[in-house]
């Protein structure tokens, strides 16, 4: 390996042993943009690498909040602004038990390259807390959600640093954190979260957004490969955002998606999942997956016991990742091959494990590596702040066409990027290699900051 990049990658680890999702997402990035590393030898005069791996900022706070019966609990806050090189700090907020600074870092660090690869002027942060939303009351939520502002506000602003949802965080979190900052600030600054609700400032098409654009970017994959989404066999793991719309996008591109899942088990209905009654689970009842059974007895249910999610064993053409990082693993990667998958589409962030990917890529199975294919969400909530800016608003059609037209760019680029470095069809290295670039431009444009 290129001498500059092991030594950074080494250093890397040195400094962050404790940091494994961390570290993972550093050494998949750095080890696939070795060729571009190759010609550019003043990268390691520049310390360029050292400083792309050094988050600008990183803020842990304490978010204590009253539940129902009068306890006072202390959470953990986080909000790590990762790099603003071509836009404010951008990304999501997690809300999830198992949020620590390795999984807000390794979030943070991916966004910036996503957020390159949309073009639009949006630099890279994550946030959340280790709160777990499940089985809290609707008071609960919106006294965290109240309670994490308190702290949040004074790091965020429209031209600072944007957040937005990700896992536990929807619709309604976003509406109880915005009320806050707006009493706080005294101002309407609608363009300092995204993901709001369309009655108050946000953007039609944002909530499908993610899902949309992961089967815009499959769709365009499929075809630079002569194949297309029509007629084909889909499993989606998760049930929650991105999950929910990804699926609505297959069905209405001729897709049959036989399975869902949650942490507790996957469904799996031959006869296609019907998607309003998730919805109905999910986004009304707040419920479990396993509730599709009470509509659709004629469904099966199993249960997850272990690593491997029961959903990677049932037989699909393509496999949507759509949950959390680490979800799909070597095993589940070999079952998928076994059965004869075609294509897999990373939804969720850094779902494959490094040797799942590697495992795909060995087996000629077409990767939709996330930060290219799932960037969809991110982009749009960057329409929904030029909205917020221009006050005015765009149809859904409107959206959603910017939408698509972002995410051919986005695939084009990852297949000129993968085929400029001998790498044709490894949209993995593309997407890394495509977005590096773009931020080394802008590093070394802007000096030694
Ligand atoms: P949601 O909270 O809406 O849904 C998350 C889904 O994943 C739920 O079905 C949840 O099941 C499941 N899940 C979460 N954690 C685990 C776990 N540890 N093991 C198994 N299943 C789990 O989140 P989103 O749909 O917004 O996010 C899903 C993924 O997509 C995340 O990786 C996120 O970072 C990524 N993403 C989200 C974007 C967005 O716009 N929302 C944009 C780009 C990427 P359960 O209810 O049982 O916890
Ligand atoms: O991982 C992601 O890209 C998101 N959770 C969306 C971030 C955003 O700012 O819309």
């Not at 909040?65 to 986080?78: A, E, I, P, S, Y």
């Not at 019907?274 to 109905?280: F, P, R």
């Not at 029961?310 to 589940?332: F, G, R």
């Not at 695939?411 to 290699?433: L, P, R, T």
């Amino acid at each position: 390996m290129n001498n500059y990049l092991a030594n950074v990658i080494s250093r890397t680890e040195q400094m962050n042993a404790k940091e494994p999702e961390y570290l993972q997402a550093v050494r998949e990035v750095l080890t696939s943009i070795e060729p571009v590393i190759n010609i550019h030898p003043e990268y390691d005069r520049m310390a360029l690498l050292e400083r792309l791996v050094e988050p600008e900022r990183c803020i842990l706070f304490r978010v204590p909040w009253v539940d129902d019966n009068g306890k006072v609990v202390v959470n953990r806050g986080f909000r790590v602004q990762f790099n603003s090189l071509i836009g404010p700090y951008k990304g999501g907020l997690r809300f999830h038990p198992s949020v620590n600074l390795s999984i807000m870092k390794f979030l943070g660090f991916e966004q910036i390259f996503k957020n390159a690869l949309t073009g639009l002027p949006i630099g890279g942060a994550k946030g959340g807390s280790d709160f777990d939303p499940k089985g809290k009351s609707d008071g609960e939520i919106m006294r965290f959600c109240q309670s994490f502002m308190n702290e949040l506000y004074r790091h965020i602003g429209a031209d600072v640093d944007v957040p937005a949802g990700d896992i536990g965080v929807g619709g309604r979190e976003i509406g109880y954190l915005f009320g806050q900052y707006k009493k706080i600030r005294n101002a309407y600054e609608g363009g300092v979260l995204t993901g709001k609700d369309v009655c108050y400032g946000g953007s039609l098409a944002r909530k499908e957004a993610t899902g949309y654009g992961l089967m815009f970017f499959m769709r365009e994959m499929l075809a630079a490969h002569d194949n297309s989404v029509a007629g084909k066999t889909v499993t989606i793991s998760g049930s929650g955002n991105v999950a929910i719309y990804a699926c609505e996008k297959a069905q209405a591109m001729g897709a049959n998606v036989v399975a869902m899942s949650d942490s507790n088990g996957c469904i799996y209905d031959s006869e296609g999942i019907d998607l309003d009654c998730v919805k109905q689970i999910k986004e009304v009842q707040r419920g479990r997956i396993k509730d599709y059974l009470n509509k659709h007895p004629q469904a099966q249910y199993f249960e997850r016991n272990g690593e491997t999610s029961p959903v990677w064993s049932i037989k699909t053409d393509i496999a949507l990742p759509c949950a959390t990082q680490n979800e799909l693993n070597l095993e589940a990667a070999k079952i998928l091959v076994s059965n004869g998958v075609v294509a897999v589409g990373e939804g969720a962030n850094m779902p494959c494990t490094q040797d799942a990917t590697d495992y795909f890529l060995a087996n000629n199975v077409l990767v939709a590596p996330a930060k290219a294919a799932n960037a969809g969400g991110v982009a749009t909530s960057a329409i929904e702040m030029s909205q917020n800016s221009m006050r005015f608003y765009y149809t859904f059609e409107e959206v959603e066409k910017k939408l698509d037209n972002i995410m051919v760019h986005i695939f084009n680029e990852c297949e000129a990027a993968s085929d400029k470095y001998g790498q044709h069809g490894n949209y993995v290295a593309g997407a890394n290699i495509a977005a590096f670039e773009k931020l080394a431009s802008a590093m070394v444009c802007q000096g030694i900051v």
